[in-house]
């Protein structure tokens, strides 16, 4: 069928928003209105006449609500197939009224979830009736209005102005879809609390995911590949999706992943003093710790200037006028810091085409949760890499112990070469990262491309020497030769953190004593890929 003229309207919800101004526009067109519990004296309150569901059923409500739909009358009036002579003898025969348009919206369990609720409360609001009258509705949208979000009244009833009381097969076809998505949602919600929370499954057997599209983006990593962005339903955490976009032209894909690694490393720092992330491709090219947000920014950017331009900067607490300004010396695409005062925000205005982008507070460093990659005909889940070391844990493997400041710098290393792609290795003195390796086939290069990064910048900046001589070096996994090592030790590196487990650890070992180096190992290793 084309278009169905709504004359009855079954509602049903959990969220009243809106609901008296959607019956009395309703009621005005002369649509007859049934309704259950609370949502039937919603509508009465209102100055409107409802029939009760037990009206058309002729049986009560019962068990605490828990069956009040559940009746061929409703689901009967629901799938009938309007123009089969065999549906229409049925509905005549049982006295079975046709429902033209029904609004419903569940009852709030993820909300129910999110505040605690002990499981009893849970369960019970587990909607039954709701979700079998919106699949009922959807499937026979050739007849039937669904309507799940009161974010859609508005549409509703300018569709039904538009079309003289009517809804057109187009718009059913899009609150059907609308419908089914809100089920699966709805199901997957309770699936994950079943299998998580209530049963404490880490991988259950089942994974579901259900996300609302936020917006679509211009293009994918490439122009010829088409994106969007989307949040989990029922997702607790605030982060890059939730941010505050306060100037700038709208964000790219690449724009949000590499902003998201940005701010994955930021919250490394959480709470701490001043800290600036430098990302470039979804990898650090600069981190630094100081007395002031400045400082922080002029020896993270001195890490690796040129791979600075064009890259996302990320800051542990909220920025000021003169950090601004200087970020804004060199082009940067994205700025994503816990506040910026107003000499900052002017400071960014000059630059139109630079994304500010404001969170409330950054993410917890450590925060549980699933990370999903597909891959052909499949999907990879594994819970987040929140590994932590413990100092005392930390088992010195050389003759040489290290200082307190190399202790600190191997710690700081460390850090950041967690969110370096493997094979990953990472310099820092001082609180600063001296240099990085990323992504080679090989821990060797690795090191070696950090050290000349690292003699480039001392050249550039006119240093005696480069910021690797006394140094600490983090490797994200072993060495599985002493080649990569000695690299470091060539480049200056004076102490090393690693996870050892090699077969060859003793040969790595026994060329750090040679070089008069301290190596401690973690016995936990960082890959990144």
């Not at 430098?278 to 400082?295: E, F, M, R, T, Y």
């Not at 791979?307 to 940067?332: R, W, Y």
């Not at 690299?487 to 953190?497: N, R």
Request: charged share 25%.
């Amino acid at each position: 069928m084309s278009e169905v003229t709504i004359k009855r309207a079954l509602l049903s919800v959990s969220d009243k928003s809106g609901l008296a101004e959607l019956g009395k526009a309703l009621a005005a067109r002369g649509v007859e209105l049934v309704s259950t519990g609370g949502t039937a004296k919603t509508l009465r309150e209102a100055g409107l006449e409802v029939k009760d569901i037990s009206e058309l059923t002729s049986f009560p409500e019962m068990m605490d609500g828990r069956v009040k739909t559940l009746h061929p009358v409703v689901h009967g009036g629901l799938l009938a197939v309007r123009d089969n002579p065999e549906h229409a003898a049925a509905m005549a025969e049982h006295a079975i009224g046709a429902i033209d348009l029904v609004v419903v919206n569940l009852y709030p369990f993820e909300a129910t979830v999110a505040r605690g609720a002990e499981r009893d409360e849970v369960i019970e609001n587990i909607d039954i009736g709701g979700p079998s009258m919106v699949r009922s509705s959807a499937k026979n949208h050739a007849y039937v209005t669904i309507v799940t979000d009161s974010a859609d009244y508005d549409a509703l009833l300018s569709e039904l102005e538009s079309h003289d009381g009517s809804t057109s097969m187009e718009f059913r076809k899009q609150m059907a879809a609308k419908a089914f998505s809100a089920t699966a949602r709805y199901d997957a919600a309770i699936s994950q609390w079943f299998l998580g929370t209530d049963q404490q499954q880490a991988l259950p057997d089942q994974f579901s995911l259900s996300a609302k599209k936020l917006s679509e983006l211009r293009y994918g990593e490439n122009p010829h590949q088409s994106a969007a962005i989307y949040v989990p339903y029922g997702a607790k955490e605030k982060g890059l999706a939730q941010a505050e976009q306060i100037q700038g032209k709208a964000l790219s894909y690449n724009n949000y992943n590499d902003a998201d690694a940005a701010l994955e490393l930021c919250a490394e720092f959480k709470g701490e003093s001043p800290a600036i992330v430098i990302v470039k491709h979804a990898n650090p090219c600069g981190v630094a710790q100081a007395g002031s947000l400045l400082d922080a920014w002029n020896d993270a950017l001195a890490c690796d200037s040129v791979s600075a331009f064009g890259g996302i900067v990320a800051s542990n607490q909220p920025l000021d006028g003169p950090t601004a300004e200087a970020i804004c010396e060199i082009f940067t695409e994205v700025v994503v810091a816990p506040g910026a005062d107003d000499a900052a925000r002017a400071a960014f205005a000059r630059k139109k085409n630079l994304r500010l982008l404001l969170i409330d507070e950054l993410p917890e460093p450590k925060r549980s949760g699933l990370m999903t990659t597909p891959i052909t005909g499949g999907l990879l889940v594994q819970s987040r890499d929140n590994g932590l070391i413990q100092r005392d844990a930390l088992k010195c493997v050389t003759q040489r112990e290290p200082t307190a400041q190399e202790l600190e710098d191997c710690i700081f290393a460390w850090t950041v070469a967690r969110h370096v792609k493997s094979n990953a290795i990472v310099y820092a003195r001082n609180g600063s990262t001296a240099g990085i390796g990323a992504g080679q086939m090989n821990r060797r290069d690795s090191a070696r491309i950090a050290a000349i990064k690292a003699q480039e910048a001392a050249e550039k900046y006119g240093w005696d020497e480069a910021r690797t001589n006394g140094s600490a070096v983090a490797s994200d996994a072993f060495f599985p030769f002493a080649d990569g090592l000695l690299a470091a030790v060539e480049a200056g590196a004076s102490a090393v953190i690693q996870p050892g487990g090699s077969m060859r650890d003793d040969e790595v070992i026994k060329a750090a004593d040679e070089a008069g180096i301290a190596m401690l190992f973690t016995g936990m290793r960082h890959f990144r890929h």
